[in-house]
């Protein structure tokens, strides 16, 4: 397996971080914090849900770092601790009944609308985010962090043939509805 | 990569406002906390093993003192005994895992050593 050097810097970041070295864990949260945010700003489309989130990600990373023993998969850790708090917070929203309202109040992202005035990307982008979370997450993690659909399956807690499955209808969705403009 | 994931790709990037100073602040109270767990996780690590072994060697020690039977004497004193290796093998246990970890963190400096050498884009072989 091939490896980059960010690659090769995060994992070495973690053994330090281990190790208890407190300047590796503070260039770590460098590092993730703003995907880690992004991530699960565009999963719940909320800005303070995703800061809650990020934070109670961190705990998790820093309550379970000293037991990660094969350093190259914090990424993919890193990230399903993301993904099971954006679980429990979407839960907790369709457990209020609020779900539905929270979705389509999904406005913060209208200033980046203005910014692009492309139709076919605007009638991309308002599917994207009328696809339900879940299938959401799998395609910020297959097209915007680039993890391959095994890693996809790592993070989710499904199994591969379900991440291909899934991707492959959610692109077919998506593709009809940009076909269509 | 077809063309929908091209674009896909490009509507996925924009997306969101970072605030970067509530980034700033939530980066300090987590290193707060990280220092805070390390400090707590240190310390309640040593009372207890402390704690733990001077329990066994002072037990040991009455016990021998105070068992008069050659049997009880022997069975008292292996517990003196393991209460004292008991901190040997402590430190010993710490040290394999502090190797293990220097080792790995070498190999990781090698690593990258040799992708910078390779220039900034070429990836290198695990």
């Known amino acids: ?181 | 990569m077809d063309k929908l994931e091209k674009q896909l790709k490009k509507v996925l990037e924009k997306n969101g406002v970072f605030d970067a100073a509530k980034s700033e602040t939530l980066r300090r109270e987590l290193i707060q906390m990280w220092c805070d767990k390390n400090l707590l996780r240190a310390k309640l690590v040593f009372w207890i093993f402390f704690l733990l072994s001077l329990g066994m060697m002072v037990g040991g020690y009455i016990g021998l003192r105070t068992t008069g039977d050659t049997r009880g004497m022997v069975s008292w004193a292996i517990f003196l005994m393991i209460g004292f290796n008991s901190t040997i093998l402590m430190k010993l246990w710490y040290w394999v895992v502090d190797a293990k970890l220097n080792v790995q963190k070498e190999v990781k400096q090698l690593q990258l050593q040799i992708a910078e050498l390779a220039g900034k884009e070429q990836p290198v072989e695990n």
């Not at chain 1, 489309?45 to 800061?51: P, T």
């Not at chain 1, 209208?110 to 139709?119: F, R, V």
Request: one cysteine or more; aromatic letters at 8%; hydrophobic letters at 35%.
């Open chain 1, 1 to 181: 397996m091939r490896k980059s050097r960010a690659q090769i810097y995060d994992e070495l970041l973690v053994i330090k971080c281990r190790q208890g070295d407190k300047d590796a864990f503070d260039e770590l949260v460098g590092r993730w914090q703003k995907r880690l945010w992004h991530y699960a700003f565009k999963v719940t489309g909320s800005e303070s849900a995703a800061w809650d989130i990020v934070q109670e990600t961190w705990y998790g990373i820093i309550k379970g770092i000293r037991k990660l023993e094969d350093v190259s998969v914090f990424p993919r850790w890193a990230f399903g601790i993301a993904n099971n708090k954006c679980a429990d917070w979407l839960r907790g929203q369709r457990q209020q009944h609020r779900l539905n309202n929270e979705l389509t109040k999904r406005t913060q992202s209208e200033p980046d609308k203005k910014q692009n005035g492309d139709e076919k990307t605007e009638s991309l982008r308002s599917a994207i985010e009328k696809l339900s979370p879940d299938r959401r997450a799998l395609l910020i993690l297959r097209y915007h962090e680039d993890f391959d659909t095994g890693q996809i399956a790592e993070i989710l807690s499904v199994p591969e043939g379900t991440v291909k499955s899934r991707l492959h209808r959610t692109m077919d969705q998506l593709r009809k509805i940009v076909e269509r403009y």
